[in-house]
C-alpha cells in the first residue's frame, strides 16, 4: 500500500471562481443608469477607470488595511511626545488614489452639471472596497463650504485642500501641496449635544471671525487625527463657536494638540478614530462668534449626504458577493441563482440596493442645483430622511447577503464581515436615527415650503392607485401634529418609501418599480426573501447581478 494513498482526503469542487479584477462600474448596471439619469454621463470615462482600480488593486488594499490596523506612538525613542499616527501602506494607497482621482474636491474644481452625483459614483465605488478611508476623504470634501464662510482662512487653506496631491507626513501645511481635514465635535458629557461642549476658546489678540484663539479642552471623538487640521468647537463669551484647528502653529511647532488614544471600535478598522485633548491649542474662528453649529452644519450637511452613499455602496458590494457566489454555486445539482427561494430573497435585496442608490443620486442632483429653490428645500429635508433610512437598512440587508453565502459569508476570507461591522457607523456618525428625524420635522416646522417640496416632488403617485394611497397617508400624517415626536420614525420611514418609490417610477423601469411598490407599500413581510406573487424575479436578479457586465 502507497503510505501517501490516503493524503489526498477528497477532490475540490463546486467552489465560486473570485471576483478579483473586476470592474465595479462596469458591472454595475443600475449605478450605469442613475449616473447618465442625473447628468452624469460626461464623468463614466472617470468611473469606469476607477471601478477597474476599485476591483483590482484597491480591493486588495483593503483586506490589508483592515488587517494591520493604525497603531499611535505618543513618543519618540528619545522621550519627545509626537503623537503620531502609523498606518499600513494599503491605507496610503487608498487615500492617495482617491485623492489623486478627485474624491474629496472634483465638485469643487469642476463645478459643471452633475459634478456632485459624479463625485458620489466614485465613493460609492470606493467605499464598496474600503469605508473607513472615506472617514478623511469626506470630511475634507465637506470642509469647504464651511471655510468658504470665512475668505481669509478659506484662500490660505483650499488650494491645498482642493488639490489632487496626498501627502501623509506629519509637517506644517507650508511644506505641502496638499492637505486633508478632520473633525472634532463631541465630548464626554454632551455626544450629540453639542451645546454641552466644554472647552472654551480665548482670544489670543483680538476676538471674532478669522482671529486667532487657543482652545482648551476635550474632544471624546476626533476621526482620523492624522489630517493637517480640523474643524471644531468651542465655548467663548458669546456661546458655541466653530474653529479651524492645525497641526502645527505658523512657525512650524507641533501644536498644543494630544492624542490620548484611539479608539477600538466595531468596525471602521482602518480609521484612526481617537479621543484628544486641546491645552491651549491654536486655532482660527470660522464664521461669527456663537454661531458655531450654523457654521459647522455646512460641513455636516455634506459628511451626512455621504453617509448615504457609504451605506449605498455597503449595500450594492455585499449583493454583488451574495449573486456572484449564488450563480456559480449549486445546492442539490442546481445553481442556487435558479432555485425559486433564492431568487425571492436576491430580488429583494437588489431592490433595496436600487433604492438606495436612487435616493442618493437624486440628492446628488439636489447638490448640483443649490441655487435653484425646489431643490435646495429638497436637500435640507432629504439629506436627513436619506440619512436616517439608508442607513437604517444597510446593516440588515448586509446581513442577509452574507447568510446567502452560508458560513463562507462569515469567515474573514470574504469582505462581508467586514461590510457587516462597517454597516453601524454611518447610522452612528453625523447624529443617529433620533436626531435625524428630529432634524425632519425641525426642517418642516422652521424652514417655510420644505413640505410643499416634499409632497411637489412626490406628486400624485404618478398614476400608480398604492402610491397615491400612501402619499395621502403621509399627508394626514404630516398635519396631525399630535405627538407627532412619538411618531417621527415612522413618518420619516414613510417619507422616505415614497420617495423612492416615486424615483424608481420616474425612471422608467416597470420591474423594479412595480416589485417595490407592491413589497414596500403592501404589507408583505418583515424579511428579506418575501416578494409577493408576480415579482420578476429572475430580471430584477440579473439586472444586478455582477455577470451581467
Avoid at 483592515?66 to 497603531?71: D, F, I, L, Q, S
Avoid at 465630548?187 to 476676538?207: F, H, I, L, M
Avoid at 446593516?395 to 462597517?422: D, H, K, N, Q
Avoid at 454597516?423 to 420635522?441: H, R, T, Y
Wanted: glycine share 8%; charged share 20%; aromatic share 8%.
Amino acid at each position: 500500500m502507497n503510505p501517501h494513498h490516503y493524503a489526498e482526503t477528497h477532490e475540490v469542487f463546486n467552489q465560486v471562481p473570485p471576483l478579483d479584477g473586476a470592474n465595479l462600474y462596469r458591472l454595475d448596471l443600475p449605478l450605469q443608469e442613475w449616473i447618465r439619469r442625473y447628468h452624469g454621463s460626461w464623468g463614466e470615462t472617470r468611473l469606469n477607470a476607477y471601478g477597474a482600480l476599485a476591483g483590482g488593486p484597491l480591493m486588495a488594499a483593503g483586506f490589508l488595511a483592515n488587517e494591520h490596523k493604525p497603531e499611535l506612538r505618543t513618543h519618540d525613542r528619545y522621550g519627545h511626545r509626537i503623537d503620531q499616527v502609523d498606518f499600513h501602506p494599503a491605507y496610503h494607497q487608498l487615500m492617495q488614489t482617491a485623492i489623486e482621482h478627485g474624491l474629496p474636491s472634483l465638485p469643487w474644481t469642476d463645478p459643471r452639471d452633475g459634478a456632485h452625483v459624479v463625485r458620489a459614483g466614485l465613493t460609492y465605488l470606493h467605499s464598496q472596497v474600503e469605508a473607513a478611508s472615506g472617514c478623511p476623504l469626506t470630511m475634507t470634501f465637506a470642509s469647504v463650504p464651511a471655510l468658504k464662510i470665512q475668505p481669509d482662512i478659506a484662500e490660505q487653506w483650499l488650494p491645498k485642500i482642493l488639490a489632487t496631491t496626498y501627502d501623509p507626513r506629519n509637517v506644517p501645511m507650508e511644506q505641502k501641496a496638499g492637505v486633508t481635514i478632520g473633525m472634532a465635535m463631541t465630548e464626554k458629557q454632551g455626544g450629540t449635544d453639542v451645546r454641552a461642549n466644554t472647552t472654551r476658546a480665548y482670544p489670543v489678540g483680538a476676538s471674532g471671525p478669522g482671529q486667532a484663539y487657543e482652545l482648551v479642552g476635550h474632544k471624546w471623538f476626533c476621526s482620523a487625527p492624522m489630517c493637517d487640521a480640523f474643524l471644531t468647537l468651542a465655548q467663548t463669551d458669546k456661546g458655541l463657536s466653530c474653529f479651524l484647528l492645525p497641526r502645527h502653529r505658523p512657525d512650524g511647532t507641533r501644536n498644543q494638540f494630544y492624542i490620548q488614544r484611539l479608539k477600538n471600535k466595531l468596525g471602521n478598522w482602518a480609521n484612526a478614530s481617537s479621543e484628544v485633548e486641546y491645552r491651549g491649542a491654536l486655532a482660527w474662528m470660522l464664521g461669527e462668534e456663537g454661531r458655531g453649529v450654523p457654521t459647522i452644519i455646512e460641513m455636516v450637511a455634506m459628511t451626512r449626504f455621504d453617509c448615504m452613499v457609504g451605506s449605498s455602496a455597503l449595500m450594492r458590494q455585499a449583493l454583488t458577493q451574495a449573486t456572484h457566489h449564488c450563480a456559480h454555486r449549486k445546492v442539490g445539482g442546481k445553481l442556487l441563482i435558479d432555485q425559486p427561494l433564492m431568487q425571492n430573497v436576491l430580488a429583494d435585496l437588489a431592490l433595496e440596493s436600487e433604492a438606495a442608490l436612487a435616493l442618493t443620486m437624486r440628492m446628488g442632483r439636489a447638490l448640483d442645483h443649490p441655487r435653484d429653490a425646489h431643490e435646495a428645500k429638497f436637500a435640507r429635508l432629504v439629506t436627513a430622511i436619506g440619512k436616517y433610512w439608508i442607513c437604517k437598512r444597510a446593516p440588515e440587508m448586509i446581513y442577509e447577503a452574507s447568510e446567502c453565502l452560508g458560513g463562507a459569508g462569515y469567515v474573514e476570507e470574504t469582505i462581508l464581515p467586514r461590510l457587516y461591522r462597517e454597516a453601524p457607523v454611518n447610522s452612528i456618525w453625523e447624529g443617529s436615527g433620533n436626531v435625524q428625524c428630529l432634524d425632519v420635522l425641525r426642517a418642516l416646522s422652521k424652514e417655510p415650503g420644505v413640505l410643499d417640496a416634499l409632497f411637489h416632488e412626490l406628486g400624485d403617485g404618478h398614476g400608480d392607485v398604492r402610491l397615491k394611497a400612501h402619499i395621502e397617508r403621509l399627508k394626514a400624517g404630516f398635519l396631525d401634529t399630535a405627538d407627532i415626536q412619538f411618531r417621527a420614525r415612522q413618518l420619516t420611514e414613510d417619507t422616505a418609501i415614497a420617495l423612492q418609490a416615486t424615483l424608481l417610477l420616474q425612471a422608467g423601469n416597470a420591474t423594479v418599480s412595480d416589485a417595490f411598490i407592491a413589497s414596500r407599500l403592501e404589507g408583505h413581510g418583515r424579511v428579506y426573501g418575501t416578494l409577493p406573487r408576480g415579482v420578476d424575479v429572475d430580471t430584477l436578479v440579473m439586472r444586478s447581478a455582477p455577470h451581467a457586465e
